[in-house]
Antibody, heavy 116, light 106 residues
Framework: EVQLVQSGAEVKKPGESLKISCKGSGYSFTTYWIGWVRQMPGKGLEWMGIVFPADSDTRYSPSFQGLVTISADKSLSTAFLQWSTLKASDSAMYYC?????????WGQGTMVTVSS | DIQMTQSPSSLSASVGDRVTITCRASQGISNYLAWYQQKPGKVPKLLIYAASTLQSGVPSRFSGSGSGTDFTLTISSLQPEDVAAYYCQKYNSDPWTFGQGTKVEI
């Protein structure tokens, strides 16, 4: 079965760092781009950025450039989304998704809560 | 960057109604347009890609059309299980922008 499995929910304090993961299985992980999508409570989907695991080519939405780092480790079939300094406004659900024709496979989501 | 504008932002319709959602790109994107459905509390699901190709397993009451800048998602006969938010997305090049979403209620 083709799937993306994300790491579990996180509760952090402002100023802390965080790295969440998205592991692919059931397909050739290096063949497809993996994107990250933010959904703040009660709001719509926001495309954050995307990585090509074969060579780690990465693109960012202008809205998220410099605020997060997207990476991939092809040996682990895993993509990552990380923050060096979290803010309360980073509290949201984060999804990874495989880019086929559109985002055809989605992870289950990782809820990130940032609160003092 | 290309902007994606959906309308309406929300709608209420009756079971069996024909429902139409539009998505407009600020520049031409050929047919690199996808539609997603997100039911309350659930993960988004790909419904349509290449503007009009139904993803495997999606009911045939869903259809998509358009090319260039103007696109449409149609539900031919609204069902209770179609209550959800619907999003368009361009995927021809980065940024892979989503529309702001349309909430469909019954």
């Amino acid at each position: 079965e083709v799937q993306l499995v994300q790491s579990g929910a996180e509760v952090k304090k402002p100023g802390e760092s965080l790295k969440i993961s998205c592991k692919g299985s059931g397909y050739s992980f290096t063949t497809y781009w993996i994107g990250w999508v933010r959904q703040m409570p009660g709001k719509g989907l926001e495309w954050m950025g995307i990585v090509f695991p074969a060579d780690s080519d990465t693109r960012y939405s202008p809205s998220f450039q410099g605020l997060v780092t997207i990476s991939a480790d092809k040996s682990l079939s895993t993509a990552f989304l990380q923050w060096s300094t979290l803010k309360a406004s980073d509290s949201a659900m984060y999804y990874c998704a495989r880019l086929g024709s559109g985002f055809d496979i989605w992870g289950q989501g990782t809820m990130v809560t940032v609160s003092s | 960057d290309i902007q994606m504008t959906q309308s309406p932002s929300s709608l209420s319709a009756s079971v069996g109604d024909r429902v139409t959602i539009t998505c407009r790109a600020s520049q031409g994107i050929s047919n690199y347009l996808a539609w997603y459905q997100q039911k309350p509390g659930k993960v988004p699901k790909l419904l349509i890609y290449a503007a009009s190709t139904l993803q495997s397993g999606v009911p045939s009451r869903f259809s998509g059309s358009g090319s260039g800048t103007d696109f449409t998602l149609t539900i031919s006969s609204l069902q209770p299980e179609d209550v959800a938010a619907y999003y368009c997305q361009k995927y021809n090049s980065d940024p892979w922008t989503f529309g702001q979403g349309t909430k469909v209620e019954i």
